[in-house]
């Protein structure tokens, strides 16, 4: 069974920063995957695709999060990451790693893997 592990949410106070980890286990390997991305949910909202990135390294953010959020991998960790700056209030949700194969079209689609989610709650 393929899963995808998040890490590193928890509380901050809005201005401040977070790092979330997606490491994933089973057999995903970074050369099946198309596209890793970040997906977020808040109570009451739809779920929402924060930031994507190829595998050739293209980077998309959705514009609430353009120029305070990150999205990067480590290939020799197998491991991809959402690096949170001057964070809001209004970032409060559960974020949910995931990824697409090599089969999916990741721009039309929706994630063949996803994380189980990790908290994330400004406030001060």
């Known amino acids: 069974q393929v899963q995808l592990v998040e890490s590193g949410g928890g509380l901050v106070q809005p201005g401040g920063s977070l790092t979330l980890a997606c490491a994933p286990s089973?057999?995903?390997?970074?050369?099946?995957?198309?596209?890793w991305g970040w997906y977020r949910q808040a109570p009451g909202k739809w779920r929402e695709l924060v930031a994507k990135?190829?595998?050739?390294?293209?980077?998309t953010y959705v514009d609430s999060v353009k120029g305070r959020f990150t999205i990067s991998r480590d290939n020799t960790k197998n491991t991809f990451y959402l690096q949170m700056n001057s964070l809001k209030p209004e970032d409060t949700a559960v974020y949910h790693c995931?990824?697409?194969?090599?089969?999916?079209?990741?721009?039309?689609?929706?994630?063949?893997?996803w994380g189980q989610g990790t908290q994330v709650t400004v406030s001060s």
């Open positions: 990135i190829t595998k050739g390294n293209k980077t």
């Open positions: 995931t990824a697409w194969d090599l089969s999916s079209d990741y721009e039309n689609e929706g994630p063949d893997y």
């Open positions: 089973g057999s995903i390997f970074d050369q099946d995957i198309h596209a």
